[in-house]
Every structure is written in C-alpha cells, then in structure tokens.
C-alpha cells in the first residue's frame, strides 16, 4: 500500500523534487517489502525443516527397533545349535 500511495504521490507532485522524493521513499517502501518478504519466506523454510524432522523421528526409531529385534534373533539361532 505504500509504494501504490508514494506511486500516486509522485504522479500528482507539481515539482520536481517532490516527485523526486516520493520515488525515493516508494524505493525504500519496496525495499523494506522485499526484506519482509525474504525473512518471511527463510522462517516458513526453517518451520517446515523442523516439523519435517519431528515426522521423521517416529520412523527412525521404528528401524532402529527393527535392527535390534533382528540382531537380537541372529544371537539367538547362533547360540542354539
């Protein structure tokens, strides 16, 4: 909203230099958007990385089970005969 409302500043300014400064803080209003857009982004990654893994901890703990169960039943027939 604020590069729309510098944008339209700048169009209706009936002097240069007040045309000029508009501009300038539309390119700062842009500025400050990209910056809000590019945190916004890189904590939404950070987010899904953490829930990702917390989906994953189940799974890695069904193998890890599994690996013991089979090590566990090799011991066994090992030692049996």
Known sequence: MLLIGFVVAAVQAEKTAAAA?????GAVAAALAA????TFVKSQESAAE??????????EFSRHLAAERLLH?????????
Do not use: E
Not at 35 to 38: A, D, E, G, I
Not at 73 to 81: K, N, Q, T, V
């Open 21 to 25: 400064v508009a501009g300038a803080l």
């Open 50 to 59: 953490h829930l990702k893994a917390c989906f994953d901890q189940p799974l």
């Open 35 to 38: 910056f809000v857009s590019r």
């Open 73 to 81: 039943s090799a011991d066994l027939r090992s030692a049996a005969p």
